[in-house]
């Protein structure tokens, strides 16, 4: 049997006395976008912070590759929703993307060729020489998604990445990623509170109870792609998928 890119198995997290995470299990395979949905406060940021090694679970273990997590691991990227917080405001965006390069063992030339691919993805070429202050939250967040994808991470996990910009930027970002990610073919797993968004994005929806939280359901998305904002979101099926997703979440 093939080994998943990341295994969960029965991870809890506990703040001292607050059970915030009881019992999650969950496999995501290579190439997947899995989304995690779940109530306000339910411990979806704990989850994703235990995955990504930043936290050390209560309970459970993590693997990526087979190989239990323990610490931040190399070959995962995250992308968090302060963008501003994120970012090195003494930094170019050029060097903002290129600086985790630094430790990956590349050339120069082959950073800088990587750096500009990235940019290049999120459409950013022209403002390699700006510092983030001088771009809108739009673009910092792209700046951030571009960091991440220059790094080429085997995982890319993102939590609440679009949550902080306005309507239209968002679902500009949204077709980003599924765009990169087919270009790229990226593995995520994403983190957010709208149902919307979560059917439009993933392959797999994991909906999550109330803190502490465990997995409800898993919703398989059969929806075409490529998606589109209009078409997609006011098909039967996506309404169908949002729907059950709602009532999991508010029974
Ligand atoms: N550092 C902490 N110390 C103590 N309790 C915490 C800490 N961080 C989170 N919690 C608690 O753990 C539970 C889960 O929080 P978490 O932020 O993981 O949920 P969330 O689903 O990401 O929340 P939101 O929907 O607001 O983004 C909450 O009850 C929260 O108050």
Avoid at 122 to 132: E, Q
Wanted: proline share 6%; hydrophobic share 40%; aromatic share 4%.
């Amino acid at each position: 049997m093939s080994v998943p890119m990341l295994d969960v198995v029965g991870l809890g997290h506990t703040y001292g006395s607050v059970d915030a995470v009881s019992d999650v299990s969950f496999a995501v395979e290579p190439g997947e976008l899995v989304c995690i949905v779940g109530p306000s406060g339910c411990g979806k940021s704990t989850l994703l912070r235990c995955i990504a090694g930043l936290l050390p679970p209560s309970r459970g273990t993590v693997s990526l590759h087979g190989d239990r997590v323990s610490g931040v691991p190399s070959d995962l990227a995250v992308v968090f929703q302060d963008y501003s917080r994120s970012l090195l405001p003494w930094r170019t965006v050029f060097g903002n993307v290129e600086f985790p390069l630094r430790d990956r063992g590349l050339s120069t030339v082959e950073r800088r060729s990587r750096v500009e691919e990235a940019l290049s993805w999120v459409g950013l070429s022209g403002a390699a020489s700006k510092h983030p202050h001088e771009l809108s939250g739009g673009m910092q967040q792209r700046v951030s998604i571009a960091r991440a994808l220059a790094y080429r991470p085997a995982l890319m996990l993102m939590d609440e990445p679009f949550a902080s910009v306005d309507a239209q930027t968002r679902a500009d970002l949204e077709d980003l990623v599924l765009q990169v990610r087919a270009s790229a073919g990226m593995t995520v797993l994403l983190v957010t509170h709208d149902i919307d968004e979560s059917v439009y994005l993933a392959d797999r929806v994991l909906v999550l109870s109330p803190s502490p939280a465990t997995v409800v359901e898993t919703l398989k998305v059969d929806l075409p792609s490529p998606r589109d904002q209009i078409a997609t979101r006011g098909s039967d099926a996506f309404v169908r998928l949002r729907t059950e997703i709602a009532r999991l979440i508010r029974r």
